[in-house]
């Protein structure tokens, strides 16, 4: 009988929906995951809906979609407060069959967790390398307590995200991810305050987000550009300092978090995705393959489609070689088209000349709402290989972007 094993390195978005896919389509998971726990960090996320379309292959969009209504009410400001534009959520969802749920990234995690059985993810276990031969893929890994394992399978699934060490290890080649020129702060207010829409506004070089989560909390991100590497004692501080006097309610928003609780990530992606996505019997997928910036609000839901694209090729009793050359056809192209429209869109964001910003603000006022739409709608239609994990078929990417 042919084996259905498979590791997983990395126990993120990507690396869960891919075990919950892989498990749909009758293999035998196990994902190793460095921390010792699985709670993803505590911001928001954004789906949008051809991430939630891959959730409902995997067989958790309606727990997702339970969370809260999708949303759409948005717009882009000035960091005066100027609306530069707005958006109908509704006109969204009508007009172009697009939704954005904004909801807590650890819900999201729990809910992929729970689509798991118990013990598939093994947690403080930190993956050095993988060794191949043709018929089986090996994953080296180190625990505190047993020091350095070997767990065989016959499909290994890289998920380790945009610093992956194991991309390192076995495409020294594919060079490491670049720095995007600005740093992010992430943070959620600890209490229920009431956001009348949601808003992206655009300074000099910086950017600050605003979102209501379905309970009711506000989940805010602000960039900036800066040299990589900086940190301050109290990054809130850091926030109000930089971002304090722009328009209301970003100062109460930001002095309404808990200091411990705000999250700063230097902003790192591969400028291309890489050269390929597959190596033998391993399939690199999500950041680990194609870190993109956070613009769009795009990472996450890629790496949900790699998961269902790469289940859906793996379901049949072909080899596995070429599932998943299948799978890196697949997913290249769309990868490279929302890394490159996501640079341009951060470029215009963080653009920090007085000239450029101020020519850069008057054609976002200038561009009907319906242009803007159609442009987001284009990257989420995205639609699942039919009929999906569990089955074979052919691949459908209603992709135009
Ligand atoms: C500021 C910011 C805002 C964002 N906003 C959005 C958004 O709104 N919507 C959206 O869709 N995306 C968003 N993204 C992108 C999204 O977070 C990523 O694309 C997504 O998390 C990628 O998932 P992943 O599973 O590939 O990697 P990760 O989420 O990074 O998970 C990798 C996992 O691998 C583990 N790991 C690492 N090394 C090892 C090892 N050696 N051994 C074992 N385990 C290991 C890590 O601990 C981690 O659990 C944002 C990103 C940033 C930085």
Known sequence: ?????????????????AAVGLRAAGWDVTVLERDADTRGAGAGISLWSNGLRALDLLGVGDTIRAHGPLTGQGGIRTGTGRWLSRSSGERLHTDNDLGVLILHRAELHSCLLAALPR??????????????TDSSATVIHRTEHAGQ?????ALVVVADGVRSRVRAAILPRAGAPAYAGFTAWRG???????????????????????????????????????????????????????????????????????????????????????????????????????????NLGQGGGLALEDAVVLASELAGDGPVSRALARYDAARRPRAERISALSQRIGRLAQAENPIL??????????????VSA????????????????????PMRQDDAS
Do not use: K
Not at 2 to 16: F, H, K, P, Q, Y
Not at 149 to 153: C, E, K, M, S, Y
């Open 374 to 393: 159609r442009s987001l709608a284009r990257t989420a239609a995205w639609r699942p290989p039919s009929p999906g994990p569990g089955g074979s078929g």
């Open 188 to 294: 959620v207010t600890g209490d229920r305050c009431a956001l009348p829409r949601q808003s992206e506004s655009w300074g000099r070089g910086a950017v600050f987000g605003l979102t209501q989560l379905p309970d009711g909390r506000v989940y805010w991100f602000a960039t900036a550009n800066e040299r990589p590497g900086g940190r301050h004692a109290d990054e809130r501080a850091e926030v109000l300092r930089r971002f304090g006097s722009w328009h209301p309610p970003i100062g109460e928003i930001v002095r309404s978090t808990d200091p411990e609780a705000v999250l700063r990530h230097d902003i790192y992606s591969h400028p291309r995705p890489l050269a390929e996505f597959t190596l033998g019997r391993v399939a690199l997928l999500g950041d680990a393959a194609h870190a993109v910036t956070p």
């Open 1 to 17: 009988m042919r084996d259905r094993r498979s590791s997983g390195v990395g126990a993120g978005i990507g690396g869960l929906a």
């Open 357 to 370: 910003t101020t020519l850069r603000d008057t054609l976002v006022a200038l561009t009907p709402s319906t």
């Open 119 to 132: 013990g598939a993810v093994r947690t403080g276990a930190t993956v050095v390398d993988v060794e191949q």
């Open 149 to 153: 394992q070997r767990l065989t399978a």
